[in-house]
């Protein structure tokens, strides 16, 4: 399997170490990847790492909070420089705030753009520099079935997503010249401790499974197989994709 992947001793950088960030991390272990993982939360790093031994298998973790201006480039010049280049960029990180839009204030808005799309923007730029001059690599986005369904309650989330969306098109048109494919994938109702107090809300967890074809929630082990899929040599000439993993929830 590892070889069908062709990630064995792939350099890769995850950003993102909550629940889907963490399942990926741990894919790509497995697959023989060399993974280095950022996020803000150190205690979330510590804890990954204790978990996937990942600086024992040649990677490792950076803290860092990517909406500051400089990090992003920072955090790729740290693989470049210990591990000699980018192979894979998967981006994994994303807030949301469920109210009315007529309820959200101007900082709220800043915040989640911010957050979920310029954080996108400066990190994949920043790999994809390194991707372009090298004539090869991956990046794979975290978006949402909130790009495309107009989901109440979820206004900047699901602009950011959409915008994630044209911006990873963008991204794939400009580099597949140099060997470079840029796509996404857009989960849909996943079951992970990032949400597991919006689902114990009376009534969230049954009125979100009648909306899936499928009849129930995903699960981070059904978002980990298309990252890699993505990721892998399998996917050469797939590029500027969303790649929607949510049980049928698109269809209807």
């Known amino acids: 399997m590892t070889d069908w992947l062709g990630l064995d001793g792939a350099r890769v950088l995850v950003a993102g170490a909550g629940g889907l960030g963490a399942a990926c991390a ?34 490792g973790t950076v803290a860092a909070d990517l909406s500051e201006v400089g990090a992003a480039a920072e955090i790729v010049n740290h693989v470049v420089a210990t591990h000699g280049g980018v192979d894979v960029l998967v981006h994994c990180v994303g807030i949301n705030d469920r109210r009315p839009i007529l309820e959200l204030e101007d900082e709220d808005w800043s915040l989640i753009l911010e957050t979920n799309l310029s954080t996108a923007f400066r990190l994949a730029q920043a790999a994809g520099r390194v991707m372009c001059t090298q004539g090869s690599g991956k990046i794979v986005f975290f978006s949402s079935v ?20 044209q911006m990873m098109r963008v991204m794939a048109a400009e580099w597949a010249p ?17 949400t597991t107090g919006h689902l114990r809300k009376p009534g969230v ?5 009648r909306l899936v074809p499928a009849g129930r929630l995903g699960t981070p082990d059904e978002v980990v197989g298309p990252v890699l899929f993505l990721a892998s040599k399998q996917s050469g000439f797939v590029t500027g994709h969303v790649l929607y993993v949510d049980g049928g929830r698109t269809l209807v």
């Open 146 to 165: 909130s790009g495309l369904l107009a989901h109440r309650n979820h206004g900047p989330y699901a602009a950011s997503k959409g915008g994630l969306n």
């Open 205 to 209: 967890r049954d009125d979100l499974v």
């Open 26 to 59: 741990a894919g790509f272990v497995v697959a023989g990847a060399r993974v280095v993982v950022t996020d803000r939360d150190e205690t979330r790093l510590k804890e990954l790492d204790r978990q996937l031994a990942l600086e024992d298998r040649g990677g």
């Open 178 to 194: 140099k060997g470079v494919t840029v796509n996404a994938v857009a989960p849909g109702y996943i079951e992970t401790r990032l």
